[in-house]
T-cell receptor, first 114, second 116 residues
Framework: GNSVTQMEGPVTLSEEAFLTINCTYT??????LFWYVQYPGEGLQLLLK?????DKGSNKGFEATYRKETTSFHLEKGSVQVSDSAVYFC?????????????FGKGTRLSVIA | GAVVSQHPSRVICKSGTSVKIECRSL??????MFWYRQFPKQSLMLMAT?????????EQGVEKDKFLINHASLTLSTLTVASAHPEDSSFYIC????????????FGEGSRLTVL
């Protein structure tokens, strides 16, 4: 089946540190890949996405590259801020038909301390 | 991105009462709505998928008589937790997809239900 595996958290970093959150996937075809972010007490927001191999999604200083050869979509940011503290979810979707839901990883909680 | 508004954001109720959560797509027509449940420190569990004007399709293990989903229009879907019990306490999140898109879902802000 289709699944997403993320690194376990929580991840605690100092402000301005480099961030990597690993994400690998298993899929029966060629999925689109997403990173969603959930700030405390809120719903999910799309952070970035990539729809085909070698695509790089980027937003708010975060980047992730769709690596087909390693089935990975690791999230990176060069210098984190306290405001980046949140839970990050990696997700995939295999087809664009209306009824196909996203498949989520378990989420990685990031805490950034000043 | 498109906006999905979910209401109420928090609700506390007594055991045995029913609670309705509304999910509205404000600037697009959500032909498909997904309802997720999130347990503390865990990922999102898909509860059901609904298409406008059709009965919802529930995931295995989700009680359709307990979690009543209605998707009567392209901009509104509701989840009613019938006769809620403490074990139903959770964070419920809806998401919508319009007919033409590239797979992205737009999420509501979530509703935290606490059943006493």
């Amino acid at each position: 089946g289709n699944s997403v595996t993320q690194m376990e958290g929580p991840v605690t970093l100092s402000e301005e540190a480099f961030l990597t959150i690993n994400c690998t996937y298993t899929a029966t075809g060629y999925p689109s890949l997403f990173w969603y972010v959930q700030y405390p007490g809120e719903g999910l927001q799309l952070l970035l996405k990539a729809t085909k191999a070698d695509d790089k999604g980027s937003n708010k200083g975060f980047e992730a590259t769709y690596r087909k050869e390693t089935t990975s979509f690791h999230l990176e940011k060069g210098s984190v801020q306290v405001s980046d503290s949140a839970v990050y979810f990696c997700a995939l979707i295999l087809a664009y038909s209306g009824n196909t839901p996203l498949v989520f990883g378990k989420g990685t909680r990031l805490s950034v301390i000043a | 991105g498109a906006v999905v508004s979910q209401h109420p954001s928090r609700v506390i109720c007594k055991s045995g009462t029913s609670v309705k959560i509304e999910c509205r797509s404000l600037d697009f027509q959500a032909t498909t709505m997904f309802w997720y449940r999130q347990f503390p420190k865990q990922s999102l569990m898909l509860m059901a998928t609904s298409n406008e004007g059709s009965k919802a399709t529930y995931e295995q293990g989700v009680e359709k008589d307990k979690f009543l989903i209605n998707h009567a229009s392209l901009t509104l879907s509701t989840l009613t937790v019938a006769s809620a019990h403490p074990e139903d306490s959770s964070f419920y999140i809806c998401s919508g997809r319009e007919r033409t898109n590239t797979g992205e879902l737009f999420f509501g802000e979530g509703s935290r239900l606490t059943v006493l």
